[in-house]
């Protein structure tokens, strides 16, 4: 890596001030920060890294009313083993428990997680090779190159890139919202790609906590080439909330984690095993294919259809 | 105690014996026998990292840096707490926690550079008793952390039984996954008191990646090693 200076951070209004500058980037688990500066693969490179793990606080889990406030700062394993997300949100703790590897789980925290940059292999190519749409290309590599992991479901400001966080869909379909440093953000609408990042973040915006209503049915299921720690070409989040909708979100098939309206129609009526076959095909009904990436599609279908399936069956 | 052959002995415990020619690249390191890595029979030679010129407290380095080198920033001192002994060394704001084992400390064991970026494994250490990946820690923010290598579990009597457990099974192959896998094994034994599953055993592990593909002999050591450690405890 090349040289940076390291500052720890006591407050998160004086670590947003401090993001705010050009040269500064933060850093809280550090398993997705400290491989992109390695590899270089950004447009610029930091002068200072700012630590967020040494502002107290905000690393808890906490049952207030009828939500569960999580710490940007709790740990992806923390979040698994938690028995109060594991009974009032359990479509985010398994999606915890799924992320990365067990190591990376105790290191990883949840605002990283869900602020974590896209995995397309032409934007994180070493040494910025490629300056692509998302870096403010004029083209997305992806298109006439190598696709196989990227969107089924289109393409979004001139970007293929699947979003690849494992979390984001969990939270989209349990209807959280993200508490930054300056607002609140309902998660669906946090998650749009955007550029560099893959959140709607401004500068100097850091994710604070993140506001997960109670929810008593609610589950996740991914797909990934290797079971034991992987991104996931396919992950499908879905969860009833208290007026007895089921809201179904997909992550991996588009930039962002993209609600399936036309899936949640297809179950209106009560998840069988046919109607939810139905949200299956509806989910992939607008697909746009690319050169390599077709068996995704099919992926996704089955992944819809297996999710609703477990939040009737189990 | 059972003896050892010193060929079979894993890489993890002898790997302090490197630890006078290591002293060139870095700033400080163990010079002791595999034993010696337990606390009170260990020597530590700090090494200027401009001169080489070699030190034997880290005063004595601090003062010979002020002096020698006014022209450069006195870097970073960091206290580690690495297998149960303090260490202050001087590290670079960017060094991640594996430079500063190999480069500041000559620990080479779980310092192995294979893919650098978290994917692997092979670098896995535990900080205060939790896995860690020390490829993307950084070694500053490790101040005043407890850190645990296969060097400490290796020479830790209590654990003698894993090492003879990793020792009976072959579990390395070539070696180069098998400190971490070690490492991670008495967090297993920790975390599971001593009577993990196969299956517990296989989820744990599942991060490291044996491109020799070792991985049931793993779960075997391990599964000895429980067995015999948990009556004894």
């Not at chain 1, 949100?89 to 190591?103: D, F, G, I, M």
């Not at chain 1, 196989?148 to 969990?170: F, K, N, Q, W």
């Not at chain 1, 959280?176 to 790609?193: L, N, Y």
């Not at chain 2, 670079?92 to 893919?115: F, P, S, Y």
């Amino acid at each position: 890596m090349r040289p940076f200076k390291h500052i720890q951070a006591s407050t998160i209004e004086e670590a947003a001030a401090l993001a705010a500058h050009e040269d500064v980037m933060v850093i809280a688990g550090g398993t997705d920060l400290l491989g992109t500066l390695k590899d270089e693969c950004l447009p610029y490179y930091p002068n200072y890294i700012v630590d967020l793990k040494t502002i107290p606080g905000l690393a808890s889990i906490e049952e207030q009313g009828d939500e569960i406030v999580i710490g940007a700062l709790a740990k992806l394993q923390d979040i698994a083993d938690s028995e109060l997300v594991r009974t009032h949100a359990q479509a985010l703790a398994e999606a915890c428990s799924r992320a990365a590897s067990p190591t990376i789980r105790q290191m990883g925290t949840l605002g990283g997680n869900i602020c974590q940059m896209h995995r397309c292999w032409y934007f994180r190519c070493p040494d910025n090779r490629f300056v692509c749409a998302r870096k403010g290309g004029k083209e997305c590599y992806a298109y006439k190159g190598d696709n196989r992991y990227h969107s089924i479901l289109g393409i979004e400001g001139g970007c293929l890139a699947a979003s690849s966080h494992d979390t984001a869909p969990a939270l989209a379909a349990l209807g959280a919202t993200i508490v930054t440093t300056a607002r609140e953000i309902p998660a669906e609408e946090f998650f749009a790609a955007n550029g560099l990042r893959s959140n709607i973040l401004e500068n100097g915006e850091l994710v604070k906590k993140v506001r997960v209503p109670k929810t008593a049915n609610s589950r996740f299921e991914k797909f990934a080439l290797r079971k034991s720690i992987d991104f996931p070409l396919v992950n499908c989040a879905v969860a009833e909330d208290a007026a007895h909708q089921v809201h179904i979100v997909l992550g991996a098939c588009y930039p962002s984690p993209k609600r399936m309206t036309e899936a949640e129609e297809a179950v209106k009526g009560g998840i069988t095993e046919a109607s939810a076959q139905a949200a299956g095909d509806a989910a992939v009904s607008k697909v746009m294919v690319l050169s390599k990436n077709e068996y995704k599609v099919e992926i996704a279908r089955t992944l819809v259809k297996r999710t609703l399936l477990r939040l009737i069956n189990e | 105690m059972a003896q050892i052959p010193r060929r079979e002995f894993l890489k993890a415990g002898t790997a302090a014996l490197a630890g006078a020619t290591l002293s060139a690249l870095g700033l400080g390191s163990i010079t002791a026998s595999a034993e010696g890595v337990i606390a009170e029979k260990q020597v530590f030679v700090y090494t200027c990292p401009v001169c080489g010129k070699q030190f034997s407290d880290f005063e004595k380095l601090k003062a010979h840096f002020t002096g020698a080198h006014q022209e450069l920033e006195l870097p970073k001192t960091v206290t580690f707490r690495i297998n149960n002994v303090e260490y202050d060394v001087f590290v670079e704001d960017h060094w991640t926690l594996r430079e500063a084992l190999i480069r500041a400390i000559g620990l080479t064991g779980n310092a192995k550079q294979m893919c650098d970026r978290g994917g692997c494994g092979s670098c896995t250490v535990l900080i205060d008793g939790k896995p860690a990946l020390s490829c993307s820690t950084l070694a500053v923010e490790c101040e005043g952390k407890s850190i645990e290598t296969s060097e400490g579990i290796a020479a830790d009597p209590e654990y003698r039984p894993l090492l003879e457990a990793y020792v009976r099974n072959d579990t390395a192959q070539c070696g180069y996954c098998t400190p971490a896998q070690f490492t991670m094994a008495k967090y297993i034994l920790n975390k599971y008191e001593f009577a993990p599953t196969e299956e517990q055993i296989r989820l744990e592990l599942s991060g490291n990646i044996c491109r020799c593909g070792t991985y049931a002999r793993h779960v075997k050591a391990i599964t000895e090693a429980a067995a015999e450690m948990k009556g004894g405890k």
